[in-house]
């Protein structure tokens, strides 16, 4: 009865709705009227004082896995990170809720700087719907903690015990390898391709990393392959334009592809920029600068705002260009 009250005065905005729940709680020191009161309390953002409950909850039931993820989470949100961690060690060690208690286990080690322990605790994630999140977090550690011989090793291990994942753990392979060793990440991708050969998502990685190598014509064939599995996909007809216009000289075929794409998501301020590139490339000045003014409107990147720079600089209009420069790079 007491719960239903408090509920109806919260969903009212009585300013005390929560003093009836506060002082039956002292009257019983019920764990479950407490355990409500907590989460009446984060619902409302008041998270030192919620924290305060969830700590008399482990003391009262120090088994309980549920209050001592919830006290634990509230802990890595106040930033009282020993604290955090020691409540989700617990917790893991109970075996119940698992992943969970694995996954933001690993986010408090790494937000303490314990890299080698926290991705060794990402590591430990088992399939669930921390997976994902858990081995992308590893991966970015792993991309600053180890070689890529070692990154390598590491999903060759995740992919030989969960195999059902090798799509996404070579994705992320290759991400960590991306920046430091670009053509490791080919190789991760073209061994991924390998197993999953019309993988739409490991072709578009693929092209994308050519790319970044100067590869153009390998990332052309990735390219025209997806669309070959996926003929109207914007993303790829955007990409694969995008790049015949800053690598080929077939300009009319690109603002083609850029074309249709736009046909498919015309607000999308990326194929806008990069139709106006195209437009520009092809000498359309006018339509280009619609375009382009209308992409920086919507998205004011710094490489939107290079091509309508460039624009603007090619047809003399240097004060328009240097008024840009100085809202964008200033």
Known sequence: ATLLWTEIAIADQEPDALDRLSSAIEETDSQLLRYQYARFLVNDGDLKSASAQFDRLVNQAPRNSDYLLA??????????LDSAVNLLETAANLGQRLDEARFYLAVALERS???ARSLD??????????????????????ATTKTPAAITTLFQEQRNRYPAQSELLFLLEAGALQSEAPEKAIQALSKGLEALPNSERLLYSRATVYDI????????????YLLELKPNDPTALNALGYLMTNNTKRYAEAAALIEAAFQQDPQNPAIIDSLGWAYFKLGRFNEAEMLLRQAYQSFPDPEVAAHLLELLWSLGRRVEASDLIDAEWA
């Open 71 to 80: 006290a634990g989470m509230l802990k890595l949100e106040l930033d009282e």
């Open 113 to 115: 700087e314990q890299s």
């Open 121 to 142: 605790t990402y590591l430990s994630v088992s399939p669930s719907r921390y997976y994902s999140q858990a081995m992308q977090s590893a991966a970015n550690l792993a």
């Open 213 to 224: 190598v100067g590869d153009f014509e390998s990332a052309e064939i990735d390219f025209r």
